[in-house]
């Protein structure tokens, strides 16, 4: 007669069963651990905005490398992009701080790790603090103290005077506001020579005229979020036709603005060209926005905003090194 064995536990049928041993619970802790830290981190990188800050940095590198005939120091150009991009992302976090309650009201940010409580208030503090603090060290010490001061400047205008003030209080939050958001190509001049030159306010001046069509064509097709919010963006106060014309209005300054830099010498035909071109198709947004005004017309153009913009700065740096 066959006698049937006893199966050992030991055996690959039922290894999967067989409790964990003290070394395998450890691990199990730790990776737990682990995969908690990696999801804090990246709620905490979501507070700092880094499409904006990508955008901005990549403006206030365009500005050191517009500063000098020839190549930059290293020493400026990295810690001056990682000190402006550090500040830059301690002023979008503390912006998410600040308006946490506006952002719960809007579906464009309603799922900011703030507003849904993956991050708390004094943790966002705290690393915006720390963030900041770090750039501006970095900036003091290894770029120029000049650049230190005014990225300080820009944080404060942004962070504190924007977000305070402006923006919940007047329909011109994002004109009056936009000095902030015009600063990076200073910044980065700065951070290579030390001085603001007339180059660099011009760089300045394109940014600040570029800030309110762009804003504006987001913020048509946010209005209703934006009423709900109870925040006076200049589509809820005075209507979508005001607004378009408006638009209208600076991109035309834009693109009159966008061609100083030829006529002043700091540019040659290659930015010339880029130039009309580039004005030319963000004049057309803004002249069809205006005459049949839709959610979908003003999405694009927003969109075309932005690539207007570093496209416009891509191509001032083409001609500086042709």
Known sequence: MNVEQPVSL?????????????????????????????????????LTKPRVVSLIVFTAVCGMLLAT??????????????????????????NCLLERRIDAR?????????????????EAAAFALVLGAAGLALL???VNPLTMWLTLATFVGYAFV???????????NIVLGGAAGAMPPVLGWTAVTGEVSTDALLLFLITFVWTPPHFWALALYRRKEYAKAEVPMLPVTHGVHHTT????????????????PFCTGMSGLVYLASALVLGAVFVTYAVVLYR????????????????????LFAALLVDHYL
């Open 69 to 94: 005939p020839g190549m930059v120091a290293l020493q400026p150009l990295l810690c001056g992009a990682v000190g402006i991009a550090l500040v830059a992302g301690s002023a979008a976090a503390m």
């Open 10 to 46: 030991k055996a690959p049928l039922y290894r999967g069963i067989v409790p964990s041993t003290g070394s395998e619970a450890h691990l199990g802790v730790w990776s737990t651990r682990a995969e908690q830290v990696w999801r804090r981190l990246r709620e905490l990188f979501a």
């Open 162 to 172: 924007y977000t305070l003030f402006l923006k919940p209080r007047t329909p011109q």
């Open 245 to 260: 014309a408006r638009v209208l209005l600076y991109t035309l300054g834009l693109f009159a603005i966008s061609l100083l």
């Open 106 to 122: 809007m579906a464009r940010t309603r799922t900011r790790p703030l507003v849904t409580g993956r991050l708390d208030a004094p």
């Open 292 to 311: 049949g005004y839709s959610d979908r017309l003003a999405r694009a153009t927003f969109r075309y905003s932005i690539a207007y913009l570093a496209l």
């Open 140 to 142: 003091y010490t290894l």
